[in-house]
Each structure stands twice: as structure tokens, then as C-alpha cells.
């Protein structure tokens, strides 16, 4: 079988010499892993996706401020 796994995350980017908020978004990423009859095999499996997730969220948030920050400074 095949289990899904959402990772939500929030973030904002301050200003820090204003406190003013720049940035606040909501990011998502989804992606699923095949539970086989080896344990071992599924939880080496579930944590790879969740680090796999976790880098596809960095990434999101990395592209949304280097697309606000360009637009600032255009």
C-alpha cells in the first residue's frame, strides 16, 4: 500500500530594522512512500520523504523571499 504525507509550514520575513512584516506565507509539499512487509524497509522509506519534504519547503520558502526581495529592489 501507499501512504501520503502533507508537510505544512508558516513563515515570515521581518524587517529588522522596522519590525515591519516583508513576507508571510503558507508552503506545502506532498509526496507519498509504498509500505512493504519489511519494517525496517518502510521507516527508512517515511523518513527519507519527510527529509525530502522538509528540503522541498526550504526551497519554496528560498524562491518566494528571492522573489520578493527582487521586486523590491526593482
Given at each position: 500500500s501507499t501512504m501520503?504525507?502533507?508537510a505544512n509550514t508558516t513563515y515570515q520575513l521581518q524587517d529588522l530594522k522596522t519590525n515591519?512584516?516583508?513576507?508571510s506565507?503558507?508552503?506545502s509539499a506532498v509526496s507519498?512512500?509504498?509500505v512493504?512487509?519489511?519494517?525496517?524497509?518502510?521507516t527508512i522509506a517515511k523518513n527519507k520523504l519527510?527529509?525530502?519534504l522538509a528540503d522541498q519547503?526550504?526551497?519554496q520558502i528560498a524562491l518566494d523571499v528571492l522573489t520578493k526581495l527582487s521586486q523590491e529592489n526593482s
Amino acid at each position: 500500500s501507499t501512504m501520503q504525507i502533507t508537510a505544512n509550514t508558516t513563515y515570515q520575513l521581518q524587517d529588522l530594522k522596522t519590525n515591519k512584516t516583508i513576507l508571510s506565507e503558507k508552503v506545502s509539499a506532498v509526496s507519498s512512500y509504498s509500505v512493504v512487509a519489511n519494517p525496517y524497509a518502510t521507516t527508512i522509506a517515511k523518513n527519507k520523504l519527510q527529509q525530502e519534504l522538509a528540503d522541498q519547503l526550504a526551497e519554496q520558502i528560498a524562491l518566494d523571499v528571492l522573489t520578493k526581495l527582487s521586486q523590491e529592489n526593482s
